[in-house]
């Protein structure tokens, strides 16, 4: 039905006259570091794999893996060929789709990133309503405040942002 390349996520539709079996989806935003996740895919195409862990950090951004990144860090074992396989929690309702690992060799090495369920349902939302993702943004390149941008601006600290250039035709 369309894909969202920022994210790499995408919606399918499956025609089927078979009662397709359904898995429950839970609430990404509920989730707590340390909290007991499942990973279910396919790695190294070993079809049906379960691995288990726990939610290692919330919200990881600027990996490089997608575009628009909020990822939920976890343990369990994510490895090639997991990708798109579902993230549960002990309810087992999807609160994640797996997504990629941080790897030198290639191979699992106690780091894996998810994307948050709810992140993945509001994508789902607007490529069914209109095949697209459209996101807000303020159109301006920004960075912290050093202390010595502080000191060039004669502020008393170095708190706060720097707009650093206003992107064309941006309104």
Known sequence: IGTDDKSEVALIKIDSDNDLPI????????????EWVIAIGNPFR????LTVG??????RSS????????FIQTDAA?????????????NGEVIGINTAIFSGSGGYMGIGFAIP????????????????????????YLQEVTSENASHFGMKEANGILITDVMEDSE
Do not use: H
Not at 23 to 34: F, N, Q, R
Not at 54 to 59: F, I
């Open 46 to 49: 070993l079809q049906q794999t």
């Open 117 to 140: 369920i709810n992140m993945a349902i509001s994508i789902k939302d607007q490529l069914l309503a209109s095949g697209k993702v459209v996101r807000g943004y303020l159109g301006i």
């Open 54 to 59: 726990v939610v290692s950090a919330l919200g």
């Open 23 to 34: 898995v429950p989806i839970g609430d990404s935003a509920a989730l707590d570091i340390g």
């Open 78 to 90: 994510i490895n090639p060929g997991n990708s798109g396989g579902p993230l549960l929690n002990l």
């Open 63 to 70: 990996l490089g893996i997608a575009d628009y990144e909020d």
